[in-house]
Structure formats: structure tokens, C-alpha cells
């Protein structure tokens, strides 16, 4: 089998529904930019820190989950969904890693350390991503918004252990010059 087909040639993709779709819908939009996010999390593994990989590879998993999520306009019970406990893990990764950070006090500009920064651009993307998806959830019915909370939760991670990281590297927090 090869990777090329052609069928998208003419600007058209499928969904999961085997429903045509232009190539800049909101909904092939929004499930691309979750795709930039699982890549960009891809880049910054490994980190050096195997608790903080372990991590990471769960949110990767999860991103396939929003992308089939998203790419399926009409999920069946066994069709791959985001859920409330995918929330909670990701609440469970920012609170541990919180247990080790010192309270942030004010914004933080997004540098640091190389995984650091990775992560810090992840967390952008991811941002985007939730944005898209927003915009996606106010023109079709039927988007999972539990993958919208997921993907807002997800940036808030990204943030922390790009901070938990920088930490661990041994570099120092700058904050914004007014």
C-alpha cells in the first residue's frame, strides 16, 4: 500500500463518516492544528526527565483521541472520544508538577531551556488549537466539548512542564519588562 492515494488532489479530504470535506473547513482546520500539537510534543520527547516522557506520551495518545474525536461529525458509542477522566489526567500532571514548582507570581516570558522552550511552543500551538476548536463547536453541532475543556486544560500542562522542566535544567524564570 502506498501513502499516496490522490483522492485529495482537488482540495477534498474524509471525515471518518466517509463524508467529503474541503481541506480548509473549520473542522479539518481544527483537528490539523491538534495534529501540529501532537507533533510539536513529539519534538520535545525526550526531555531527559522519564517521568516528564511518560507524560508526554499519554498526551500524544490523547491527541490521536481529539483528532478522531474531531474528524467524526457523528461518533458512535465505540468510536474514540474524549471523556471527563482524560480531563483529570491532565489536571493530575499540572498538579504534581505544581508540587514541585514555586508559585507563579507573574507572566513569564516563553524561553529556556531547549525542551523547555518546545514545550512553551506547544503550549501556543495548543492554544490554537482550542481556538479552532471553539470556532468549530460555534458552526457545526455535535462537537465534543469535553475535547474543547481537554485542549484548554492541555495548554495550562504544557505551560507548567515547560516551567517544571526549565526548572529541573536549572534555569531562571524572566518575566516581561513593562
Known amino acids: 500500500m502506498t501513502i499516496y492515494t490522490g483522492r485529495g488532489d482537488q482540495g477534498q479530504t474524509d471525515l471518518r463518516t466517509m463524508d467529503r470535506v474541503s ?27 522519564d517521568d516528564l516522557d511518560d507524560h508526554l506520551r499519554e498526551v500524544q495518545n490523547h491527541l490521536h483521541i481529539v483528532q478522531a474525536d474531531f474528524a467524526n461529525p457523528q461518533p458512535d458509542e465505540d468510536d474514540p472520544q474524549i471523556t471527563e477522566a482524560h480531563v483529570d489526567e491532565i489536571e493530575a500532571i499540572i498538579d504534581e508538577a505544581d ?24 503550549r501556543a500551538v495548543c492554544r490554537r488549537a482550542e481556538r479552532r476548536s471553539v470556532s468549530l463547536a460555534a458552526e457545526e453541532a455535535g462537537v465534543n466539548e469535553t475535547a474543547i475543556v481537554y485542549l484548554n486544560r492541555l495548554s495550562d500542562a504544557l505551560f507548567t512542564l515547560a516551567r517544571l522542566v526549565n526548572k529541573r535544567e536549572g534555569v531562571r524564570e524572566e518575566s516581561p519588562d513593562y
Open 23 to 49: 481541506k480548509d473547513s473549520r473542522r479539518i482546520e481544527a483537528y490539523g492544528t491538534v495534529d501540529e500539537v501532537n507533533a510539536l510534543v513529539g519534538v520535545v520527547r525526550p526531555t531527559g526527565y
Open 99 to 122: 508540587e514541585e514548582l514555586d508559585p507563579l507570581e507573574s507572566f513569564i516570558l516563553p524561553s529556556g531551556s531547549e525542551p523547555g522552550a518546545k514545550l512553551h511552543h506547544a
